[in-house]
């Protein structure tokens, strides 16, 4: 059974820093990629970045230059630096694992607080 636990969000003041963490375990999929999702109050839930099995990385626009996404393929963990924050960053950050086993299939994690005020 697929689980992704989450850890590291909380209280940061505008301008500070955050890392997330995901580690995912009972999974063996050769393909796949992990990434973090966020989802504001009244918004929909939006790709922040990614990293791939083979390390090939994509960031939103808007999170380029300022969140860095990696991994530790030990210890099947992927993390998510977020450095410059912002008010508008605030949301429940989820951890995703879509792996690939003759179709495509969505794991998600059940998602860490960021809030991002003075």
């Known amino acids: 059974q697929v689980q992704l636990v989450e850890s590291g969000g909380g209280l940061v003041q505008p301008g500070g820093s955050l890392r997330l963490s995901c580690a995912a375990s009972?999974?063996?999929?050769?393909?796949?990629?992990m990434g973090w999702y966020r989802q504001a109050p009244g918004k929909q839930r939006e790709l922040v970045a990614s990293?791939?099995?083979?390390?090939?990385?994509n960031y939103a626009d808007s999170e380029k230059g300022r969140f860095t996404i990696s991994r530790d393929r030990d210890k099947n963990t992927v993390y998510l630096q977020m450095n410059s924050l912002k008010p508008e960053d605030t949301a429940v950050y989820y951890c995703?694992?879509?792996?690939?086993?003759?179709?495509?299939?969505?794991?998600w994690g059940q998602g860490t607080q960021v809030t991002v005020s003075s």
């Open positions: 995703n694992l879509r792996g690939f086993n003759y179709r495509w299939l969505d794991y």
């Open positions: 990293i791939t099995n083979s390390g090939g990385t």
């Open positions: 009972g999974f063996s999929f050769n393909i796949y990629v």
